[in-house]
């Protein structure tokens, strides 16, 4: 199977490997921990996802849209400069944020800081995961990326969950965070075969120049795309963090449960994005705008077949999918049909943002994440207070499908694109 499909089904084929071992790892937990300690390990887990975006700095998607252009050009020592000097930045930069949360140990009062701490070196090797990966999909290895990224370490963890049986959320931490530096070795030999593959031998390293690595170009183009993602993430897990200053540990461990069931309805869009995304700043980058509407058009045709039916089935059979993981989980089916409604807008609305970002126009999307996420704070804290995890549901809902529908906006006033009109020309 070749072209658009095919490497969609291939991408895909990696979210969905990537999400049975992400579900096989969340049941290996709640089997093995109390629904109390599985609360402590799922809010630990958040703030790991949290971080290993965090610490990218923004430069996943400009190693994806910049190794794109690179390979295509045959530029093969400023392809490796930019996944070396990606690298090294989240490498510097994990050491300086992890001294700032030591600091703050000192004058922040918060019950849980401690996991939080514990948890942070897995953060900072999903963040080097995530950015190796990237270099792969810009070199058309999508699958290869997608099962290195977001499905080997948790096979590695759940093995050593079966083999070892850890007794506390502390030692579920440190079998995790050792399943993600494992997986993050075994990525980067892999890494650098599919490179020599590629005509990128192992001599073209003594050819990498840092010094002529374009810093201001970095700095403009990533910081933007940082604030972007700072600005995601909070949109999802923003409500969960500040529910954990009000509620129990029981109702964070549904709350995570129902949150990360509901991932399921917009994940094509992630394995989506990443075939698009480099074909986007290709295809931008030679002004081919009907192309570009003809690869958006396909992308929503697909988003809307699949994650419909995943929304039918997590809304009409939810409780039965939440009783796998135990009876008492069965409790989370009505947070479950709150978030998947707020997912179901961000699959349809589809690959909007990376299309703006790899057309050039990063700061547009900065700004208005910028402007939802603080909405989408404040209501969470107005929320989460009145409602607790019901209150955490629905403004998680409510500022993912407003983010989307901005980036929806966004398209068609910069691109000339309307959503609405691409839809209508399916029927």
């Known amino acids: 199977m070749s072209g658009f499909l095919g490497a969609a089904f291939r991408s895909f084929s990696g979210r969905i490997l990537g999400a049975a071992s992400a579900l096989i790892a969340t049941y290996s937990v709640t089997t093995n921990l109390s629904i109390s300690d599985s609360g402590l390990f799922f809010l630990s887990l958040?703030?790991?996802?949290?971080?290993s975006h965090l610490l990218r700095?923004?430069?996943d998607n400009f190693v994806l849209k910049k190794c794109a252009i690179f390979l295509n050009e045959r530029s093969y020592p400023e392809f490796l400069s930019i996944v070396l000097v990606s690298a090294l930045a989240c490498i510097v930069g994990s050491v300086l944020i992890y001294m700032i949360l030591q600091a703050s140990a000192w004058v922040v009062s918060y019950k849980y800081l401690h996991y939080l701490l514990l948890i942070f070196p897995a953060g900072v090797a999903a963040a080097l995961l995530g950015i190796i990966a990237h270099s792969?999909?810009?070199?058309?290895?999508?699958?290869?990326?997608?099962?290195?990224?977001?499905?080997?370490?948790?096979i590695i963890f759940s093995v050593l969950i079966w083999i070892l049986s850890p007794p506390g959320t502390s030692e579920v931490i440190f079998l995790f965070t050792a399943a993600c530096f494992a997986a993050l070795l075994i990525q980067i030999v892999v890494a650098l075969c599919l490179y020599a593959y590629k005509g990128i031998k192992f001599a073209e390293w003594k050819n990498v120049q840092l010094r002529n690595v374009n810093y201001r170009e970095v700095y403009r183009t990533t910081l933007p795309l940082w604030m972007v993602v700072i600005a995601q993430q909070l949109n999802q897990w923003g409500a969960q963090f500040i529910s954990s200053v009000h509620v129990s540990e029981?109702?964070?461990?549904?709350?995570?449960?129902?949150?990360?069931?509901?991932?399921?309805?917009?994940?094509?869009?992630?394995?989506?994005?990443?075939?698009v995304s480099p074909k986007f700043a290709a295809l931008y980058h030679q002004g081919d705008m009907e192309q570009t509407e003809a690869l958006l058009a396909k992308s929503l045709k697909l988003l809307a077949l699949v994650s419909s039916f995943i929304f039918i089935v997590m809304f009409l059979f939810g409780d039965f999918v939440l009783g796998i993981f135990g009876e008492q989980y069965i409790e989370a089916a009505g947070l479950l049909s709150i978030l998947v409604c707020g997912q179901l807008v961000n699959a349809l609305t589809g690959p909007c943002g990376k299309l703006l970002m790899m057309s050039g126009f990063e700061k547009d999307v900065r700004n208005s994440s910028i402007v939802v996420t603080v909405f989408g704070l404040v209501l969470a804290l107005i929320l989460?207070?009145?409602?607790?995890?019901?209150?955490a549901a629905i403004s998680t809902a409510i500022t993912i499908a407003t983010q989307n529908i901005a980036f929806a906006y966004l398209v068609k006033h910069r691109l000339q694109i309307n959503l609405l009109k691409v839809y209508s020309k399916f029927f």
Request: aromatic letters at 14%; glycine letters at 10%.
């Open 46 to 51: 958040g703030f790991a996802l949290f971080f």
């Open 57 to 59: 700095f923004g430069l």
């Open 136 to 154: 792969l999909h810009a070199s058309g290895f999508v699958f290869i990326g997608s099962i290195t990224n977001i499905s080997l370490h948790y």
């Open 250 to 275: 029981e109702e964070l461990a549904l709350l995570a449960i129902a949150t990360r069931l509901a991932l399921l309805v917009p994940m094509i869009l992630t394995a989506v994005n990443m075939v």
């Open 384 to 391: 989460v207070a009145q409602y607790g995890v019901y209150g």
